[in-house]
């Protein structure tokens, strides 16, 4: 790969260790994927933030790397193990919290921006189309490639801090146009209405794609939250973090649809469906915001919730990021969710939290909250649009 005389430079430490050891990341990952050069990134999304997921080689390494590093461009994080401000009310110990806020303090010796979510494109971090970042949660990286026409390939934790550090990335992968063309058609003659429509749609297509990027027909224009939530599905069941779809996503207009085609219909949808729910009715467990929730489903939320109560021995959280929460604090939003008994999980979601035990039955609208509640925390699961979810969340029980 070649390297600047700057790259170089930084590479024999002339920048610090931190850098000199990031560049070694990037040099060695451009030399796996045969990357041409290093290119400059407009931003970076950090994963592997979560106390639960690093355990403390994790926050040893990054103790380390915040002793002479500093990120040369905007660099946000993913959601955290619990509610930086708020964590006793999510049920999190005093020793957990004081592990992951020594993370936090890292990271922010790093330069880094402590806002922790999934969902940086909403709160002030978006990129431009055809833009090269380094971004690393997996729903993340399909929403800018897919939905804004980005680039980004899916980032592990320690690439990311690399890329971060030095402000750019090997090009390869997703950043090349030869890699970005779609491999399969998929038709879909089902009604897709509701945002668990699109995330069994998801499922749908992901679980067949054999990691190729669909070319996705049949569908119209719809809104931001459900290419999010259809997004983080299509990945978690085996596509690539990259989805064409005509008429909606930006470079579908640039490809012609794949010879190999599969459509999906309706009794596909109901056959997702029949795979994302299980058999335990009794819910003790509401989790919505998976990705984290936006403005506008907050407002659904505390719309339903007005004068309503979560039932007692049920536990309702709204996952989202801090300056979505002070939005919805302004708007008297997070009031009426917390009268009723529900809580903001703000800076962290059900996924990387450390809830493993604590519930029986959760009910999303979620399909890859499904997966993980499943296989990480050992859920029984539901999805369904937001009126069912916080019906069961009112009444206790999932109703279809
Ligand atoms: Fe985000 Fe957590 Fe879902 S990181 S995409 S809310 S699993």
Same mark, same amino acid.
């Given at each position: ?11 024999? /430490? ?26 400059? #990134? ?13 355990? &403390?080689? /994790? ?7 915040? +002793? ?16 930086? @401000? ?7 110990? !005093? ?58 390939? @899916?980032?592990?934790?320690? !690439? ?20 970005? =063309? ?21 499922? *749908?297509?992901?679980?067949?794609? &054999?990691? @190729? ?20 599905? +299509? ?34 949808? &109901? ?15 509401? !989790?919505? /915001? ?5 403005? $506008?489903? +907050? ?6 919730? =007005?004068?309503? =109560? ?34 903001? *999980?703000? &800076?962290?979601?059900?996924? #990387?939290?450390?809830? =493993?035990? $604590? ?6 609208? !979620? ?6 509640? $499943? ?5 029984? #699961? ?19």
């Amino acid at each position: 790969m070649h390297l600047t005389k700057e790259d170089e430079r930084i590479l024999a /430490g002339e920048q610090g260790n931190a850098a000199a050891k990031s560049m070694k990341i990037l040099v060695a990952l451009g030399e796996i994927f045969k990357a041409e050069e290093l290119i400059p #990134v407009g931003s970076v999304q950090i994963a592997g933030v979560s106390f639960a997921n690093l355990g &403390d080689a /994790g926050l040893e390494y990054l103790a380390e790397l915040a +002793i002479d590093g500093q990120v040369k461009v905007t660099s946000t994080l993913n959601p955290a193990g619990m509610d930086l @401000r708020e964590w006793e009310k999510l049920g999190i110990t !005093s020793e957990f919290a004081e592990k992951q806020n020594k993370v936090i303090e890292a990271f922010a010796k790093m330069g880094v921006i402590t806002t922790c979510t999934c969902t940086p494109y909403l709160i002030g971090n978006l990129p431009a189309y055809g833009e090269h970042v380094a971004w690393a949660e997996s729903s993340a990286v399909t929403f800018v490639n897919s939905v804004i026409g980005a680039r980004s390939n @899916r980032e592990g934790g320690p !690439s990311a801090i690399a890329a971060a550090m030095i402000g750019k990335t090997p090009s390869y992968g997703f950043h090349l146009d030869e890699n970005r =063309k779609p491999q399969f058609h998929v038709e879909v003659k089902a009604k897709i209405e509701s945002i668990a429509d699109w995330g069994a749609l998801g499922y *749908a297509i992901g679980s067949q794609s &054999d990691r @190729r990027i669909p070319y996705i027909t049949g569908l119209s224009t719809t809104t931001t939250d459900n290419l999010k939530s259809f997004g983080a599905s +299509i990945i978690t069941y085996g596509s690539p973090p990259l989805y064409h779809i005509k008429g909606v996503t930006p470079e579908a207009s640039l490809h012609k649809p794949p010879k190999e085609k599969v459509t999906v219909t309706k009794e596909d949808l &109901d056959e997702a469906y029949k795979s994302l729910n299980d058999e335990a009715t009794e819910v003790d467990f509401v !989790s919505l /915001g998976c990705p984290h929730a936006s403005m $506008r489903e +907050i407002a659904e939320v505390a719309t339903y919730l =007005k004068g309503k =109560k979560v039932k007692e021995g049920v536990e309702l959280w709204i996952a989202t990021a801090r300056p979505t929460k002070d939005i919805a604090d302004e708007r008297g939003y997070t009031k009426i969710i917390e009268d009723a008994g529900g809580k903001m *999980a703000v &800076d962290t979601c059900m996924v #990387v939290a450390p809830i =493993k035990g $604590r519930f029986k039955t959760m009910a999303t609208t !979620s399909a890859k909250a499904c997966f993980y509640a $499943r296989g990480k925390n050992k859920m029984q #699961v539901h999805i369904g649009d937001f009126t069912e979810c916080l019906n069961a969340a009112v009444d206790g029980v999932w109703k279809k």
